[in-house]
């Protein structure tokens, strides 16, 4: 095998496999990306058995061939490396020469017979959607996936489509059990991804999905079929294995009675927050908010570190209400909001409270109280 590439996208390709590649594994090959050349392309493959990523990009190949490298030596020495064009060969004993320039690494590699098939996706019919819609759908539910490794059909977001003959749409939810987001976002296309129920994207998968997004402005391909998820941009395809489980009902959360309703800037409760979490301790991270005439009043208290107390003037005149919140899963609700007001539905007793955009309905976030 004996190939140049230029150096920035050589590097574009191992970087995307970082996230993939087994760091702790019975398998050592695991710990490898594989190179594969042939037809003037070169592929680079990662995979840990449940995601496999292959990056396809063209190459001056002077001989087809393949081998597997360490991931994070590799993406080292190319990193390292200055230079426009890199060229790769391979020795009988599969000893891989990078040259750039005056610099020479060798590294030695295993042979590709043992590595994993990483992706097939000929079966699984592939449909159009923005990377701007994806990418937003997890940033706005991302936060709320449970933790808790006890729980694994919470260890990532549910995926829904649906939709009408006139247009479709595309949900995302996440939830840890102690609040639950959610977006939903009409797609505009009437036969886009149709899915008899839900799927649930693992943790892991989901921050590939995401990594792969950043640099996607236009157009990517989504397919979900046989408990498996493809994505698939311009040089990359990328294969998720879903979690095999019930989701819960997350709609018999969502509070059917209205709350106080407070519409407030989103930028001065924010920061209102932050100082609230200042107080914050692993053991102590609440925040009660009192809703009176005029204002409203944040007092957090924490006997291993102190008081913090702020208020916020609002337009409200009505009875006074108390409740607690956990402060950082209020602030995360609140700081993925794009829009400049954020409507703060406040319930009686026990019942969650609800964080919306004004003039927004597409995306909510659910918290549900403490106990003062």
């Given at each position: ?31 490898n990306l594989l190179l594969r050349t042939d037809e ?102 991302s936060y709320a996936m449970s933790t808790d490794e ?112 407070l519409t407030l800037a989103k930028d001065k409760f ?103």
């Amino acid at each position: 095998m004996e190939f140049s590439i230029k150096r920035d996208i050589f590097l574009g390709g191992i970087q995307k496999t970082l996230g993939i590649v087994e760091k702790k594994t019975t398998m050592p090959i695991l710990n490898n990306l594989l190179l594969r050349t042939d037809e003037q392309r070169l592929k680079i493959m990662a995979t840990d058995r449940e995601i496999g990523l292959v990056a396809d990009y063209a190459a001056e190949v002077h001989q087809a061939g393949d081998i597997t490298l360490s991931a994070k030596k590799l993406h080292e020495m190319v990193r390292e490396i200055q230079g426009e064009m890199i060229r790769v060969s391979k020795s009988d004993r599969d000893v891989v020469t990078l040259t750039c320039n005056k610099a020479v690494y060798r590294l030695p590699g295993i042979p590709a017979d043992d590595y994993p098939v990483v992706v097939d996706h000929e079966e699984v019919a592939l449909h159009k959607i923005k990377g701007t819609f994806l990418r937003e759908l997890i940033r706005k539910t991302s936060y709320a996936m449970s933790t808790d490794e006890m729980r694994r059909n919470l260890n990532g977001v549910f995926l829904e489509t649906g939709g009408t003959e006139e247009i479709s749409w595309i949900s995302m939810v996440a939830t840890d059990g102690h609040r639950l987001a959610t977006m939903k976002l009409a797609h505009g296309e009437r036969d886009f991804l149709v899915l008899e129920k839900g799927v649930i994207i693992p943790r892991k998968g989901l921050g590939e999905i995401r990594r792969l997004l950043e640099d996607e402005a236009g157009d990517v391909l989504l397919g979900i079929c046989q408990g498996v998820l493809i994505l698939k941009t311009d040089h990359t395809l990328l294969r998720v294995s879903l979690i095999d489980g019930e989701y819960p009902d997350y709609r018999r959360v969502i509070p059917t009675e209205k709350g106080i309703e407070l519409t407030l800037a989103k930028d001065k409760f924010l920061r209102a927050l932050r100082r609230m979490s200042v107080i914050s301790s692993e053991r102590y991270n609440g925040v009660v908010l009192t809703v009176m005439d005029g204002r409203i009043v944040l007092n957090s208290t924490n006997p291993d570190v102190g008081e913090a107390n702020d208020e916020i003037e609002i337009e409200y005149q009505g009875e006074e209400r108390s409740v607690g919140y956990n402060v950082t899963y209020l602030a995360d609700a609140v700081e993925v909001v794009d829009e400049e007001r954020i409507l703060l539905e406040v319930g009686e007793g026990m019942k969650p409270g609800v964080v919306r955009a004004v003039g927004n309905e597409d995306y909510l976030c659910i918290v549900m109280p403490l106990k003062l």
